[in-house]
């Protein structure tokens, strides 16, 4: 209907009257205008998980807060908001060192960097967006840089050790997992225990005969003893008894190395003997190959290959059933006694030469390769890696008779370390892989305690921990 004067109607079914649908206006009032009587004694924060913001500490970020009557001016800052965010984060992901990080004042240490409620003390660490604990070495997270390690640069004890020989072709020192010192003087053995200082002589060769080297096997008392008539003794000492004498060389054996039951000994005349001690004959394989006296032996630690250096400038590499070498080495120009293999990454071999050399070189023997080469500036005596860490120390000769702490493989020096005033041809590390003993043709063995212990760095060693000062071996 177009007349402007005619009421319109609602179409409702005949059974609803019009009045049923006009609900009271009063009700209608109060649930509309329920906001404006809100209780006093409740804070709404807001809805759906979402934080208040009133109760957010913007300015803890130099982040101006938004209000209702806020400017379009206020979006210029929106930049340099998103850069203070971005620098941010990109400390907590990749730590403070980063290279595009801009110099940004960050938040004082324990405050967080949203509040909801209330504001709760935590550590620095709390200001990641991955939230930590205190107690919870993160990936993330950067600890304060820790100190250098501090080497002590003094032996802890010294002993007299008379007739100890001044010859680099000779291995007349070596520790036992049984914290077991062996020691070769003149034509004696010498035993040293670690814990109780005592001295007990194992073995007399007689006037004819000397001392040549000693070795400890890997998990029992026997200990292997070579002469300077072409003999290796086979000592139990836990019993000071001799077990058996093996023969094979012609000249005297400078060098042994076990490997399980498996011995093998290294002689002036050019060859190594594989001596199995469980079988009757003196040997059963016989390694050709130097050109002349072998006075390196090192077993690897998964017993499969053995390295072998000599008076020819050579260092060769086998395995358990060849008797021709599998690697030659042949950058060295002096001899090559030191051999030392990596207990923490298999195939890693380090090798050290003579006066015309006066270098350590390092292998790769899974992939056959140099992988680099460290010019000392003195004799390379002997070598030994940790046990607890990726270091390792060497004992040089002419002309410094020093001993280096090796970091590996940055070879930054750690620590050098003097006191013997001859040759440091001699080198053992104690079982717990902290201590070590250099032996010297000045007839003394001087304990160092370099090397950190597996759980901590500054806890010490307990060998010879409450006896210091100078004693002598026999």
């Known amino acids: 209907m177009d007349d402007p004067t005619v009421t319109p109607q609602l179409n409702v079914p005949s059974t609803m009257s019009l009045s049923s649908l006009t609900p009271p206006s009063k009700h209608i009032s109060l649930m509309i205008n329920s906001n404006h009587h809100q209780s006093p004694s409740r804070t709404i924060y807001s809805d759906r998980f979402i934080p208040s913001r009133s109760s957010s500490n913007f300015d803890l970020f130099n982040i101006s807060q938004p209000s209702p009557n806020s400017s379009p001016a206020v979006d210029s800052h929106k930049d340099d908001n998103s850069g203070t965010y971005t620098a941010l984060l990109r400390a907590a992901l990749f730590g403070p060192e980063t290279p595009d990080k801009k110099d940004v004042s960050g938040p004082p240490s324990g405050r967080n960097i949203f509040r909801y409620k209330s504001e709760t003390r935590r550590s620095l660490y709390s200001l990641s967006p991955f939230g930590f604990d205190d107690d919870v070495a993160s990936g993330v997270t950067h ?65 004819d005969d000397s001392v040549c080297s000693v070795g400890w096997a890997q998990r029992n008392t026997h200990l292997a003893v070579g002469t300077s008539h072409g003999k290796v003794q086979i000592w139990d000492a836990s019993r000071c008894k001799r077990i058996r004498t093996m023969e094979g060389h012609r000249l005297r ?66 395995n358990q059933h060849s008797t021709q070498p599998v690697l030659k080495y042949c950058e060295h120009t002096a001899a090559v006694k030191a051999i030392a293999w990596s207990p923490h990454l298999h195939g890693l071999l380090a090798s050290g030469g003579g006066t015309a050399d006066r270098c350590i070189r390092f292998w790769n023997t899974a992939t056959n390769t140099h992988l680099s080469c460290m010019d000392t500036g003195s004799q390379v005596c002997n070598l030994v890696w940790s046990k607890n860490v990726n270091e390792l120390v060497s004992t040089h000769g002419y002309s410094q008779n020093q001993i280096i702490v090796w970091r590996y493989p940055t070879m930054s020096k750690l620590a050098t370390l003097t006191g013997h005033t001859y040759r440091v041809l001699y080198l053992a590390i104690s079982p717990d892989g902290q201590t070590i003993v250099t032996g010297a043709g000045d007839e003394t063995l001087r304990f160092w305690n370099v090397f950190p212990s597996p759980k901590s760095q500054n806890t010490d060693s307990e060998i010879g921990a409450s006896s210091f000062g100078r004693t002598t071996i026999r």
């Open 253 to 318: 054996v400078g060098a042994l190395a076990w490997s399980s039951s498996l011995l093998s000994s290294g002689s002036r005349d050019k060859s190594i003997l594989q001596r199995d001690i469980r079988a009757q004959e003196d040997f059963v394989s016989k390694l050709s190959g130097h050109k002349s006296e072998v006075c390196g032996l090192k077993w690897s630690y998964d017993n499969r290959e053995l390295a072998s250096g000599g008076n020819d400038n050579r260092l060769f590499v086998w």
């Open 143 to 207: 600890s304060p840089v820790k100190a250098p390690r501090k080497v002590p640069r003094s032996p802890y004890k010294i002993l007299d050790a008379p007739a100890l020989q001044d010859d680099f072709y000779l291995n007349l020192v070596d520790w036992s997992s049984h914290n077991v010192m062996a020691v070769g003087l003149g034509n004696c053995v010498y035993l040293w225990n670690a814990c109780s200082s005592k001295v007990t002589k194992l073995c007399d060769l007689g006037i």
